[in-house]
């Protein structure tokens, strides 16, 4: 089934641990985008990707960097965890051609910082 | 950067009609995107509007005004699988999202 996953689906983490969020499409879109979902603030961008190879900071960058070694995936890493990087972290990808260039969603990661 | 706001919450009744607004301040202009969201869910695209006017989609309506810097998603005969929350979302010069809080919409019986 083509689409996008995430991994893990859910994750406690000790502060000052490292993490990576996994990410993998299928769909061969150039873009990919990881946000973070916190109640009250929406859908907020982290990091991005136009095409394999290439990156860009979002909104939100600090305490997070990313990788686009190929097409299919974009791994997040958190290099040092803190408390407030507890969020639900969404990967999105898309054709990165315009016009009505809608973003398809994994499923999310759900990841707690203590 | 981006400004956009809408409405925290609506609540209205089955087979009724319901219009959600959403403005928002741009330094760059490149489309704005309706998405539908179910609590513990992934967003889903409902809509893209660039130019200005109505673009329907079955029960789903999206309206936008450039000049004014607005626009509202409206859904008609609300069914109970439309409690959701819904994201108005405004794209860049550069194709980047911008994503307002979201408008959380309870349908009751």
């Known amino acids: 089934i083509a689409g996008i996953t995430q991994a893990p689906t859910s994750q406690i983490l000790a502060a000052g641990r490292r993490m990576t969020l996994r990410c993998t499409q299928d769909m061969r879109h150039n873009a990919m985008y990881w946000y973070r979902q916190d109640l009250g603030l929406g859908l907020r961008l982290i990091h991005y990707?136009?095409?394999?190879?290439?990156?860009g900071k979002g909104e939100v960058p600090d305490g997070y960097s990313v990788s686009r070694a190929n097409t299919d995936d974009f791994p997040l890493t958190l290099a040092s965890a803190v408390p407030s990087q507890t969020s639900v972290y969404f990967c999105?990808?898309?054709?990165?051609?315009?016009?009505?260039?809608?973003?398809?969603f994994g499923p999310g990661t759900r990841l707690t910082v203590l | 950067g981006q400004n956009i706001d809408q409405p925290t919450e609506m609540t209205a009744t089955e087979g009724a009609i319901v219009q959600i607004n959403c403005t928002y301040q741009t330094s760059g202009f490149n489309g704005l995107f309706w998405y539908q969201q179910h609590a513990g869910e992934a967003p889903t695209f409902l809509s893209y509007?660039?130019?200005?006017g109505l673009e329907e989609k079955g029960r789903f309506s999206s309206f936008l005004s450039r000049s004014k810097g607005y626009s509202y998603l409206l859904l008609k005969e609300l069914q109970m699988k439309d409690s959701a929350s819904y994201l108005c979302?405004?794209?860049?010069?550069?194709?980047?999202?911008?994503f307002g809080a979201g408008t959380t919409v309870t349908v009751r019986a």
């Open positions: 990707s136009n095409t394999a190879g290439t990156t």
């Open positions: 979302a405004v794209r860049d010069s550069d194709y980047k999202l911008s």
């Open positions: 509007n660039v130019l200005d």
């Open positions: 999105a990808s898309s054709e990165g051609s315009g016009g009505g260039d809608e973003q398809f």
